[in-house]
């Protein structure tokens, strides 16, 4: 486990994966496997040690809203707003989710456990990290590794199956411009947003209020104070709190199992299910809709929440068919859907599996 | 102009609208955890062989239960057996033991000994009771009541909820769940929830929820986990699409209120133009400012921008201000509010 986390370090410092996670969670994979004495009270699942204290945030399940929190003071919706209809492809990625769920059973895991291990397709660590917290707690260390190693391996998995999926004509699809968004539409947007998905599925009240919350913070315009504080120090010490405790809770003998293998196979598996269904989706959507207002597909990946990680894998992609076609904008759409999209998915896990 | 104003209208009445649809939503989902969320939940009359009290006694008792998922503090309120004496026994302040965690039960023993400590109630449930009730501190609002007829209730047996928390109850919250269910109603059908128990449950649930078989009746009844991906589709399907609608109706306002507010800037700015020969647009609401502070800024703009003081962003034909700062709008450094000149 410890040659583990320093590969985890190495990749994040070495090749730039993810470092602001791969980091943390690498160094607290090295601190969590050094043997010691049980009864020192200082491992992480020894109670009333500073560590088990660190990982109440964890195993609560307080960091990951707290998280969203920042996510949401520092997401900007413009491009959802000025597009309504790329939510539908934050909603057609997860089916990532809830195919994994169904091989899960398949493979025998338990509908709690599989529910836990399914999310890992909406690509969102804090997600995963707050739904394997409550639905399968021992599991958690083993889907929050996987679903974060994925999210950094995004720009390695999805291109290939973006290429799959379309044909050359369709990665030239220009779209037409985003309007400009108006600065109160922008504030209705969490407001209503919030009061919207909470009331369909209340049980991802935690992250969803916590997501729409810090975006009210940001584009209210007078609590920049405060939207600062949650986008950048607090997002970033709960970021080192969960990455570090998180890592150390990857003890090799709760690690090191069959199960984990299968945990990773199928956070793979999840990943490919997402992107297919967002990139097939579009091309669907694109049967409805005038020449004009025909979308991309390239940017059907970026319905899975790894902000903006998968936009910038579409912008890329469709930067190789042609030098001028700059896609980020619009596929922050679909992006930032997904992390809607990705929260209203646990909930209803959630909700049914707790 | 005049579209202009009835777009802000008809913006208002939407918003008065959407204000409105919250407000009954939130009405309705209003579920405070406190004492309301308290529940007569079971009752022993003829106690001969079963629970044995903190003193080795046998006799009848009563169960509360939180319903609720926070702690709750009975301490203060009041338990009767008389309707027309709802403070008959206070429940003491300052014993630890009152305060009932989440979903937990507390037991009082009616044996009419108060003195033998505080869950030892001052009257005894017997074959004669018909009335019990848990009352707030205030001693008026009813927390839960229960009528029934004590002597029906078999020796050694417990006449409780079917479900903890269950059943009808005495409204207690402003949109509790009985407010729905008429007296008469109540009391011609007799409370439903309420039944002889086969097993008594003191200090523990009537039912035993099973987490697992939940979990293994699911798995039975969705092997493949294909209803369950189906439905939870279909929901996050519905709440973005409508999301989707929603935005897309404030989208067109918004595009109308945007094209009247540009007419209306147009036409106030374009004796400006034609003077400056500049193409300059105001990114100001025309409401907020007036004519002199708009053509004030104008001058400035292009005075600076004459003596190359670099103070704009670089775009051509555009003039703005870039911001400076300035400790006097430091809120950090002032910590009170700005004073504004009212116009």
């Not at chain 1, 009333?48 to 520092?74: D, H, K």
């Not at chain 1, 999805?158 to 030239?172: D, F, S, V």
């Not at chain 1, 890592?247 to 999840?270: E, H, N, P, R, Y």
């Amino acid at each position: 486990m410890i040659l583990i986390g320093l590969l985890f370090i190495y990749l994040a410092v070495t090749k730039d994966w993810e470092p602001m996670l791969l980091v943390p969670i690498g160094f607290g994979i090295v601190i969590g496997n050094i043997p010691l004495f049980p009864g020192l009270q200082v491992g992480v699942y020894e109670e009333g040690s500073v560590l088990n204290i660190l990982y109440q945030g964890v195993r609560q399940g307080f960091y990951p809203p707290l998280i969203f929190l920042g996510i949401g003071a520092m997401t900007d919706f413009s491009a959802l707003i000025s597009n309504p209809k790329l939510l539908l492809i934050g909603a057609a990625a997860q089916f990532g989710i809830f195919g994994a769920y169904a091989i899960a059973l398949a493979m025998g895991f338990a509908p709690n456990e599989a529910g836990a291990i399914g999310i890992i397709g909406g690509a969102d660590g804090p997600t995963a990290i707050f739904l394997s917290s409550r639905l399968a707690p021992d599991l958690m260390g083993a889907i929050a590794v996987s679903a974060y190693s994925y999210m950094a391996l995004v720009p390695v998995i999805q291109p290939p199956i973006m290429r799959l999926m379309t044909t050359k004509k369709e990665r030239l699809i220009r779209m037409k411009k985003p309007r400009q968004v108006s600065q109160t539409e922008k504030k209705i947007f969490p407001i209503v947003g919030f009061l919207l998905t909470a009331f369909i599925v209340p049980s991802g009240l935690p992250l969803l209020g916590m997501l729409f919350f810090g975006n009210l913070l940001k584009e209210s315009g007078v609590t920049r104070r405060l939207a600062n504080t949650a986008s950048g120090p607090l997002i970033d010490i709960v970021t080192i709190l969960i990455g570090i405790t998180v890592g150390c809770s990857t003890q090799a003998d709760k690690f090191l199992q069959l199960k984990s293998i299968g945990i990773f196979a199928l956070g793979a598996f999840s990943f490919v299910i997402a992107t297919f269904a967002g990139v097939l989706f579009v091309k669907i959507f694109n049967l409805f809709l005038k020449d004009e207002n025909k979308i991309n597909p390239l940017i059907g990946n970026a319905g899975v929440s790894a902000v903006p990680d998968s936009a910038r894998v579409s912008n890329n992609v469709g930067l190789e068919y042609d030098k001028t076609n700059y896609l980020l904008m619009h596929a922050m759409g679909p992006n930032v859907a997904g992390v809607i999209g990705s929260a209203v998915a646990a909930g209803i896990l959630l909700g049914f599996l707790s | 102009m005049t579209t202009f104003l009835c777009n802000i209208k008809q913006m208002r009445k939407i918003s008065l609208y959407i204000f409105t649809f919250c407000l009954i939503l939130c009405a309705f989902a209003a579920n405070g955890q406190n004492l309301t969320d308290m529940r007569l939940n079971e009752i022993v009359v003829k106690n001969t062989n079963g629970y044995l009290d903190d003193y080795g006694n046998r006799s009848a008792w009563v169960e509360l239960f939180n319903t609720s998922y926070g702690t709750v503090d009975v301490a203060g309120c009041f338990l009767t057996d008389d309707p027309d004496n709802l403070k008959k026994y206070k429940i003491p302040k300052g014993d630890v033991l009152t305060k009932i965690k989440p979903r937990q039960h507390l037991l009082f023993y009616a044996d009419n000994e108060p003195d033998k400590g505080t869950f030892h109630l001052n009257f005894a449930i017997d074959s004669t009771t018909t009335y019990i009730a848990l009352v707030n501190a205030d001693g008026k609002q009813i927390l839960d009541e229960l009528t029934f007829q004590a002597h029906k209730v078999p020796e050694n047996l417990s006449y409780g909820r079917k479900v903890d928390g269950i059943g009808f109850t005495k409204p207690a919250g402003f949109f509790s769940r009985s407010w729905l269910i008429s007296k008469y109603e109540k009391e011609a059908n007799g409370d439903p929830g309420w039944t002889v128990l086969s097993k008594v449950t003191p200090q523990s649930a009537n039912v035993i929820d099973n987490k697992e078989s939940k979990l293994i009746r699911l798995k039975e009844r969705d092997p493949h986990g294909g209803i369950m991906a189906v439905t939870a589709m279909s929901v996050v399907f519905s709440a973005l699409i409508i999301l989707y609608f929603l935005f897309r109706l404030v989208a067109a306002r918004n595009i109308k209120m945007e094209e009247a507010k540009k007419q209306a800037s147009a036409a106030a700015e374009a004796p400006v133009e034609a003077k400056q020969n500049v193409n300059v647009t105001v990114n100001a609401d025309p409401q907020e400012y007036t004519d002199e502070e708009i053509a004030a800024a104008i001058v400035m703009a292009i005075h600076l921008e004459s003596e190359n003081e670099q103070v704009h962003d670089v775009e051509s034909n555009i003039l703005t201000f870039k911001q400076i700062y300035s400790p006097w709008g430091n809120k950090a450094l002032i910590m009170k509010q700005t004073p504004s000149i009212n116009r």
